[in-house]
């Protein structure tokens, strides 16, 4: 298939998924979270792939939701269900990297905002370049931070550094990541494709059944009350989109100055 905002290339057993919006700083449209469901539907059906890498064009992987989109905004109007639809969009986007059968290595360089988070800790594994960072600002925004993410990040950094990063909203450099179970390892800038192309082809050597045995049972056992604890998580966003907060925070944000919370 092709697709609008990505870039798939397939090498063997191996693909590359890339997004593909370098002018909007790989923003993720709504159209584009479609795609990112849809291309690994498709991977299911063709047991030759065995590793997905996720990466970004342009050496920067994504400044995270398109707040410009005009789907997007449509979330702020309509009828509940139309609302809900594009709100689970990202959930869904999520869920099917973390499901797919194949297994998954984000390559991170550059900025990793906000929803580009909750996407790569959907993935097996993760690399950074030394310059790379983490940041989850929803928080700045009114939002709660949703996707069915909280529970992945508990799982690799602990509750403590979970509300940190959540709460705060800072920019977690790569070092912190590496050290804090983000990432599996951080290499020299230009060279993260190299290095996840390298772990790829260390699990390409390996039997095929067990590998994707062991993902799978690994990610059961791990994700087994995830689903009952989160499942609100996406409505609990499509609430705060009604707060004044909220508005007064993607106000602030596009005025690019701090915003003045008052809880209601």
Same mark, same amino acid.
């Given at each position: ?9 397939? /090498? ?7 997004? &593909?919006?370098?002018?909007?700083? &790989?923003?993720?449209? %709504? ?12 991977? /299911? ?19 995270? %939701? ?27 986007? =999520? /869920? ?15 900025? =990793? ?27 700045? %925004?009114?939002? &709660? ?31 912190? =990541? ?41 990610? &059961? ?14 409505? /609990? ?16 944000? %596009? ?10």
């Amino acid at each position: 298939m092709k697709y609008h905002d990505l870039i798939v290339k397939r /090498q063997g057993s191996l693909v590359k998924v890339i997004l &593909n919006r370098p002018k909007m700083l &790989n923003t993720l449209s %709504l159209r584009m979270l479609r795609e990112l469901k849809e291309v690994t539907l498709g991977f /299911q059906n063709d047991p030759g792939i065995r590793v997905i890498i996720l990466t970004g064009a342009a050496k920067m992987f994504t400044a995270g %939701l398109d707040l410009k989109d005009p789907e997007i905004k449509k979330m702020l109007s309509g009828t509940m269900d139309e609302r809900r639809e594009r709100v689970i969009l990202g959930p869904l986007a =999520c /869920q099917a990297w973390e499901e797919t059968e194949p297994v998954t290595i984000a390559a991170i360089e550059g900025f =990793c905002v906000g929803g580009g988070v909750s996407l790569v800790i959907s993935c097996d594994f993760r690399i950074m370049s030394q310059s790379a960072f983490m940041c989850i600002p929803e928080i700045e %925004l009114g939002l &709660n931070y949703s996707w069915g993410s909280i529970p992945r990040l508990l799982h690799l950094i602990g509750p403590a550094k979970t509300k940190e990063m959540i709460l705060l909203g800072e920019q977690v450099p790569a070092k912190k =990541c590496l050290t804090w179970g983000l990432a599996e390892e951080v290499v020299p800038d230009g060279s993260v494709l190299e290095a996840v192309i390298a772990l790829g082809e260390k699990i390409l050597k390996k039997p095929p059944i067990p590998v994707s045995m062991t993902k799978q049972a690994i990610g &059961n056992i791990t994700a087994a009350l995830d689903r009952a604890g989160i499942y609100m998580d996406a409505d /609990q966003f499509l609430l705060t989109t009604y707060t004044k907060d909220h508005r007064e925070g993607l106000k602030a944000f %596009l005025e690019k100055r701090t915003p003045r919370f008052k809880g209601k």
